[in-house]
Each structure stands twice: as C-alpha cells, then as structure tokens.
C-alpha cells in the first residue's frame, strides 16, 4: 500500500533530502578494512549520508556536530557525520579516514583522497561534474543511484503506516530518477575510453536488503533510535539515544546507523569491483 497523499509532495521531500547523486571518483576504493586499498587514493562527494563534518563551521542548520551523534564513533566524538558512528564510505574506505574538505588537508593527505560531501548538498546539471572530474584525472567512478526513500523513519511518519516498512508511492518517484542516470553513466562509458565509471544500484541493492537482511536483522525498523526533531527529522541535541543501537535500522529519521551502513557497504563493494 502506498500514501495518499501527493506525488508532489513526495518529489519535494526526495529534491530537499535525497536527490544528490553520491561519487567514489578519482579512483574508487574497495577496501574493507581487512585488506589494504586496491586503489592510491579515495575523493568523495555527495550529501549528508557521506558527510564527515564539512558543514560543521557552515552557515547552515544542517549540521550533525553535536551529541548524541557520534556516540559510536572512536571516542565517542561528534564529528559531524550524520549517524551514531561511521557512514558507508568509511567503512568502504581506506584504514584511516579520508579527511574532510574543511579540514584543509594537507599535500600528503591530499593524495590518499578528499571527501567533499556536504549535508544537504545539492547536484546541477550545469556543474558538469563528471567531466569536470575527467579532465582532473579521475579515471574510475563509482555513482550511487537515489536510495528507496520512502523506506526512511521520516517518510513512514509523514506518509505513510507505522505498520508498513515503506511508503511505494514516493520509492515509485525513485525509478525514473535512477533510471535516467543508468542511462548518463553509459554515455559517459561510451564517450571516455579511457576511464571506467560504474552505476551503484541503491534501489535495487536496497531492496534486496530490505527484503533478506533487514528484515531479519533490525528488530526495529521504522523508528529511529535517537529522539528526533519533529521538525528537522534530526537528533535533538544531548538527549540520550537508544541503548539499542545495533537493532536499529536508522538512526535519525533519516539517516542509517553504522550497524545498518556495514550491512549496506557490502552491495557497493561489489559493484565497484568492475571497475578496478
């Protein structure tokens, strides 16, 4: 079953939160922290599921530098990722963690690789970043697709049953989005020869991970762990999250938690090894 309330309701919450296209480019890393990198060096753009504290000193509300996010992270720090601990690029990353773009990393550190991701961060077809990214040397590139949307705490509290696992009218907003950008990243496969650029089929990934893993893993699903704003959908500051955080599926209302990011990192993985 899916909501009655608009699609176009449904379409400004994916435009606000979700339609930024996340990118492992200048040479994605399959590395899972077993093993050492396949590949020298790591860039990272994207929004807030990628974001490690780049909008932390920004004139914006859209920030996750306070507790109790982080309280997973190496001691307990928030470091301005938007989850109880590390996102889906860290965990993809290398050993240590990429740094931030606003930290001004240094030269040695610029050369493992940058992650530019910013919380609420926008993508313009005027940017032209992939070609951008082409001519700075970027020769394999990892992009990750609109995740099913309508499987988020926020999404089931607004539009949809505390019952159900997702709202199918705003995942259904999903495809052609996705689908569109498949068709982009053939184009770019066919036009620069000498590069390699990869589709990450979050939908897909993500429903096959609703479906055989989520379910059985996360007792619980469609609420977050922490206690959340109802007006920002994010952690309320200091207020003391869950004690159950690997049963949780998200963490805010929006956002994975570590538990569920290492459950989702493995999809990514495999995908990216076409490339390499």
Known sequence: MGSSRSDSQSSSLISSLFS?????????????????PEVPCYFIFGDSLFDPGNNNNLNTTMKANYPPYGVDFPSGVATGRYSNGRTTADIIGFESFIPPFASAPNNSEILVGVNYASGSAGLLLETGKFMRMHVMGARKVGVTGVNLIG?????????????????????????????????????????????????????????????????????????????????????????????????????DAFHPSEAASRLIAPFYLRALKKIL
Not at 20 to 36: C, T
Not at 190 to 195: E, G, P, S
Not at 228 to 244: D, Y
Request: glycine fraction near 4%.
């Open 20 to 36: 930024i296209v996340g990118l492992l480019a200048g040479a994605a890393v399959v590395a899972d922290g077993s093993r050492e």
């Open 151 to 251: 499987c988020t705490p926020a999404a089931i509290a607004m539009y949809g049953d505390k019952d159900l696992l997702c709202v199918d009218s705003m995942n259904k907003l999903v495809v052609p989005f996705n689908e569109r950008l498949k068709a982009i990243i053939d184009k770019l496969n066919v036009r620069f020869t000498d590069a390699k650029f990869v589709y990450l089929d979050s939908a897909t990934n993500f429903e096959l991970w609703v479906t055989y893993v989520f379910v059985s893993a996360f007792p619980i699903k469609s609420t977050a762990c922490c206690k959340v704003s109802l007006a920002t959908g994010m952690c309320i500051p200091n207020v003391e999250p869950c004690k159950t955080r690997r049963a949780h599926a998200f963490w």
